[in-house]
């Protein structure tokens, strides 16, 4: 069943939304460029997004590397155990941000854009996807660790899982130069996934041993 007219003429405005952002940041974004190449009239902005601004957001929304909130509770609560949480988390992080190829990066260059100069959206993005994502991992973490969530080393081990993710987002043109050779295709992403688990959860596993042998 194809889209309504009016879906996708939003879907082509975030696309190309996206595109300019991530190429000239939000600042030096136009709206003229941008339905220039969604082939959209400006008014379209104003209907869909009410502003420059709203269409940031949405866009920012669309460039968090992670599946959206909802799913990851129903990911947690659904899943056998949470190594097996951990490691569907991990792989929908990755897919998210290079699923559809290295060609569909623009999320990760708008995540560079936006940490690099934060706007106000950021705070509503963090508020509504990264924060219930990162309280989500930190759910997981802290069932394998045997620790409460909000404990500093819960907090530690989450942000060092994070880090392996975002790297091959936010490190690509290094990587590009390190291991030229290095395509992100699907069958890749699943390889990076499972070794980024395997890794953190050897990791993880170990720590849990020493915490319970200091309390016995």
């Known amino acids: 069943m194809q889209p309504a007219p009016e879906d996708q003429t939003r879907e082509r405005l975030i696309e190309a939304a996206g595109e300019v952002f991530a190429e000239h940041g939000f600042q030096a974004a136009t709206i003229r460029d941008i339905c220039?190449?969604?082939?959209?009239?400006?008014?379209?902005?104003?209907?869909h997004f009410r502003d420059k601004t709203g269409l940031y957001l949405e866009v920012l929304r669309h460039s968090i590397c992670a599946a959206p909130p909802?799913?990851?509770?129903?990911?947690?609560?659904?899943?056998?155990?949470?190594?097996e949480a951990l490691r569907l988390m991990i792989h929908h992080m990755l897919h998210r941000m290079y699923g559809k190829?290295?060609?569909?990066?623009?999320?990760?260059?708008?995540?560079?854009?936006?940490?690099?100069?934060p706007t106000a959206a950021l705070d509503q993005v963090v508020q509504e996807v990264i924060g219930p994502n990162y309280a989500a991992m930190r759910q997981i973490i802290s069932r394998i660790l045997g620790m409460p969530p909000d404990h500093?080393?819960?907090?530690?081990?989450?942000?060092?899982?994070?880090?392996q993710v975002v790297h091959y987002a936010h490190a690509r043109p290094v990587i590009a130069r390190l291991w030229p050779e290095?395509?992100?295709?699907?069958?890749?992403?699943?390889?990076?996934?499972?070794?980024?688990?395997?890794?953190?959860?050897?990791?993880?596993?170990?720590?849990?041993?020493?915490?319970?042998g200091t309390t016995e």
């Open 101 to 117: 190829g290295e060609r569909s990066a623009w999320p990760v260059r708008i995540m560079a854009h936006e940490l690099a100069q």
């Open 152 to 163: 500093e080393t819960t907090r530690l081990c989450a942000h060092s899982v994070l880090a």
């Open 36 to 47: 220039t190449r969604a082939n959209a009239n400006v008014a379209a902005i104003n209907y």
């Open 182 to 212: 290095l395509e992100l295709t699907s069958e890749r992403l699943d390889r990076i996934a499972a070794h980024i688990a395997d890794f953190s959860l050897c990791s993880l596993h170990e720590m849990a041993k020493r915490t319970k």
């Open 70 to 83: 909802v799913g990851i509770r129903t990911l947690v609560e659904q899943s056998r155990s949470p190594e």
